[in-house]
């Protein structure tokens, strides 16, 4: 770990990969201290913002918290997204990994998502899972043009595009489920932590 001054009110801290930053993270926001006012996670970074106490404070706090498994901590109920399993790149994705068209939407709504972290923009929540099958690359061309609702993967991550935009994922499906709404509270429906499944329309 490392950790790096970000002004004289955040801390960055720097890890090996997700799976040690996610641990992290959930440590930090069962756990969290008093002065700390937020917690803003990356791939490989922890944002922690704070006020009122000097950054060494915070820095110790950082260090001597214990990474926390997934089973150890306790998630709400997780949010349901629908999902019409028609994307362009479907049979695509089917190929690559082997599965089947049936193998890809059984393995992508057989599972349980967290967000590790958001990014990109406004409600794009980096969803990650257990099953390694579903693991692809991005596209070699991306496109100009996403709509709002594509579902796709790449990498390690699935995640569901809020609105339309260039994209290189991998698109699998559609949804009409808002994932930014700024009318809403909070507007993301993807927040950091938070558990996701999808169900086949």
């Known amino acids: 770990m490392r950790i790096l001054d970000v002004g004289d009110r955040a801390l960055l801290a720097e890890y090996d990969g997700l799976d040690s930053t996610l641990a992290h993270y959930r440590a930090m926001a069962a756990h ?25 404070v915070v820095a110790g706090w950082i ?8 089973d150890e901590t306790v998630t709400a109920d997780p949010v349901e997204i629908t999902v019409h399993y028609d994307g362009p790149d479907l049979a695509e994705v ?22 590790a972290f958001a990014g990109f923009s406004p409600g794009f929540g980096y969803l990650v899972a257990g099953d390694t099958r579903l693991h692809v690359p991005r596209r070699s061309s991306p496109r100009t043009v996403v709509p709002a609702g594509a579902v796709g993967l790449a990498g390690e991550f699935s995640g569901v595009y809020p609105r339309s935009s260039p994209g290189g994922w991998q698109l699998i499906g559609t949804t ?15 927040r950091p932590g938070a ?3 999808f169900v086949a329309a």
């Open 195 to 197: 558990a996701v499944t």
């Open 63 to 70: 260090r001597t918290t214990t990474p926390s498994a997934a």
């Open 94 to 115: 089917a190929a690559l990994t082997g599965l089947g068209v049936d193998g890809v939407i059984a393995a992508h709504t057989g599972q349980v998502w967290t967000v």
């Open 176 to 190: 009409t489920e808002r994932m930014w709404d700024v009318d809403r509270d909070p507007p993301a429906l993807l």
């Open 32 to 56: 969290p201290h008093p002065a700390v006012t937020d917690l803003v996670p990356a791939a490989r970074t922890i944002l922690v913002r704070f006020d009122g106490v000097r950054p060494d």
